[in-house]
């Protein structure tokens, strides 16, 4: 038993810690043995496993790309997206859906922010279930499905495991908008019926999101709201690294009439 009401002895312990490698932890400096082709190690920006129940977040720079992987095949992946430079810009989900006529995200699809501008878009995608109305799990619906559901019980809930991610990067409660439920899918029938899928599902779907500005990426990786099952969510991993911003021939900037003008919104901020 080590003397921890020792100084000396609790600086001897906690040194002797170095080098551990936790369950869910940054890797530092970030290494990757599957980098797409083409990508430099000294590339790459981001290696994170987050636990299920944790979160993380991270300024990404524009033109990044951020793989999000769903390792056992029951996480959800719940994110918030900011512009970096003025955080007061964030991911609209109502005009995520609505300009682009389309409910349901996968590849092409583009994360609207509320000034008419694309923080990132997904690029690629071999999940496909996603989740873009029902939002994010609270401390009343923990304690309602699991018994309590606060930030530091047993069942923490995605909302306030989103306000920590925001945090680190000087924003509170009132910036927590509505998000995007990434690897578990729902989708509303014809007389209005929600029909969740949250599986789980074969382990190692991926998810890959391009940042089409700078921007501040926060993830939660909590039970879905409408998961009926006892408390059960397993490990996401992230991995980002530099890539170039998309041109003007970029098949994702021109698939509709609607993106273009977001984009070009884009292209103007950057003007500056």
């Not at 599957?34 to 129940?53: F, N, S, T």
């Amino acid at each position: 038993m080590v003397a921890l009401g020792d100084p000396l002895a609790a600086r001897a312990h906690a040194r002797a810690m170095e080098g551990t490698v936790a369950d869910a932890m940054p890797v530092l400096p970030p290494v990757a043995g599957d980098l797409p082709a083409g990508v430099a190690a000294e590339d790459l920006l981001w290696e994170e496993r987050i636990a299920g129940g944790g979160y993380a977040s991270r300024c990404l720079p524009r033109g990044s790309r951020t793989r999000l992987i769903d390792v056992d095949g029951d996480a959800c992946a719940s994110i918030l997206v900011f512009n970096a430079d003025m955080p007061t810009e964030r991911l609209n989900v109502a005009d995520t859906l609505k300009i682009q006529w389309n409910a349901y995200l996968g590849v092409g699809k583009l994360l609207l922010s509320d000034m008419g501008r694309v923080l990132m878009s997904i690029v690629a995608d071999d999940a496909e279930t996603h989740d873009a109305f029902c939002g994010a799990s609270n401390a009343a619906a923990n304690a309602r499905a699991y018994g309590e559901g606060g930030n530091w019980s047993a069942y923490p809930n995605a909302r306030d495991r989103l306000l920590l991610g925001a945090a680190k990067h000087g924003l509170g409660r009132r910036d927590v908008h509505p998000c995007i439920n990434l690897f578990k899918g729902v989708a509303i029938a014809a007389d209005g019926a929600t029909i969740p899928a949250l599986g789980p599902f074969a382990p190692g779907r991926a998810v890959t999101l391009r940042a089409e500005m700078d921007v501040i990426l926060v993830i939660a990786n909590c039970p879905h709201v409408l998961d009926r099952r006892p408390w059960r969510v397993t490990p996401l991993r992230a991995t980002a690294w530099r890539g170039p911003v998309a041109d003007e021939q970029d098949a994702i900037r021109n698939a509709t009439p609607e993106g273009r003008r977001a984009f070009l919104n884009v292209d103007d901020y950057y003007r500056r």
